[in-house]
């Protein structure tokens, strides 16, 4: 089995070629031959008409034919010339009279013919050579009565075919020509039309060290279907496998807080039951929220929550986490505030969003909420260093970090982002009132 499709192409337009070329030939010899004998015919049917036009009967039926000089044709007068006359009378078989050429000739044995009958003859004589032989029936009257004749004219087929043999010579020599430079065409319009997918092969093994991401040549539209379909395919694979790492990272971040304070809570044993049961209610949940979260669809359906209790928890736990530094935590929200969203999905954002605070927090740290309109608003704001303008947008990218020095792997925040955009509010960061770096919640339709 042939593997290549190239060589497949072009084997197959090769057999095709061979056929029709063969057919060609053979349809075109066919004709040539058989025109050529057909005007050789008409030719030796015209000279016979005026080799009859030429002949007389005398009174005692005997046929006068023209003298040598004055023969219709003059290869007739020449001895051996390959064209012969004779005539005979009806069931006669010795001729009355043969033409000069056929002096030294031995001549076929006439055949019986019919008043205007023509017959033809392909035949070969005892010299080895094929003929053509014509015979014609003819009567004349004259006083004395009506007498019947049988003219006959032989040629040699030696220049026929002859002429037969050099046209094939030529039409082979013609279509072989042809057929070489079809062939040298067609392979180079295999090569050439092949080469988008030779391409594809190249800039697929190119993605498959990781020299490039995707196809970006530029292909004809039967094939640009199929690259389109393998750069979709890419981007998903990319996207599934991003994802993944993304939801790992999100699990590992976010079971990080819980641990923190279960451990924080080891040394105090009145408060430990109580702390490992929510902590690990929290994990649990968190858990199953990674599982769920490629199927979040909004806030819609969710029930609403009440935000002042829910901030208050995650405050309580942090502050065991980082009882160490003693920071203040006022909290100024609405108790009847309530928003259309996941628990686990609004823990996780205040977690994040506290931890960080905590993190860079000297003393204070107040945690605001209210309703304008339509529209949900919760900040935090903490007294720390602050974060430079030109890096608010970078600290928002999954990895992006104002200080490496800190604990940390950039990924609170990115993880804040995702959540608030799956119920379509943002993220955004500022200069908090305290001094230091404000997070502010938005949340429309609430």
Known sequence: MINSLYLRLNLAAILVLCVFLTATAAVLDNAYSEGAKWSLRERMMGLLYQLLAASQIDDHGQPILPLP?????????????????????????????????????????PFPLQVGQRHWLELQLPDGKAYYLLGFGF???????????????????????????KFRQRLWGGLLGTACLLFAVQVWLMHWGLRPLRQVGAELGAIETGAANQITGQYPNEVKNLTDHINSLLAQERGRQTRYRNALADLAHSLKTPLAVLLSSTGQEQDL??????????????????????????????????????AERVAA???????????????????????????????????????????WGRYAIDIQGQKQGHKIILSIHDDGPGIPPEQMEHILLRGGRADETMPGHGIGLSVVTEIVAAYQGRLS??????????AMLEFWGG
């Open 317 to 359: 736990s942090l502050s065991k986490a980082h009882r160490w530094k003693n920071i203040t935590v006022t909290q100024h929200i609405d108790p009847n505030l309530q928003l259309r969203c996941d628990e686990a999905d609004l823990i996780e954002m205040l977690g994040n969003l506290l931890d960080n605070a905590f993190k």
């Open 139 to 165: 009567q004349r009257t004259v006083k004395s009565g009506v007498y019947p004749f049988n003219f006959y004219l032989l040629t040699e087929l030696a220049p026929l075919q002859h002429d037969i043999r």
């Open 69 to 109: 000089t004055h023969l219709p044709s003059p290869p007739l007068a020449l001895p051996n010339s390959g064209w012969y006359a004779f005539v005979s009378r009806k069931n006669d078989a010795h001729p009355l009279w043969r033409s000069p050429s056929a002096i030294n000739t031995r001549l076929p044995e």
């Open 273 to 310: 039951p109580h702390t490992v049961q929510e902590q690990s209610t929290r994990m649990l949940r968190i858990v199953e929220r990674q599982l769920q979260r490629a199927g979040a669809s909004g806030s819609a359906a969710m029930p609403p929550v009440t935000i002042a209790a829910i």
């Open 429 to 438: 960061i500022g200069n908090s009132s305290l001094g230091g770096t404000m």
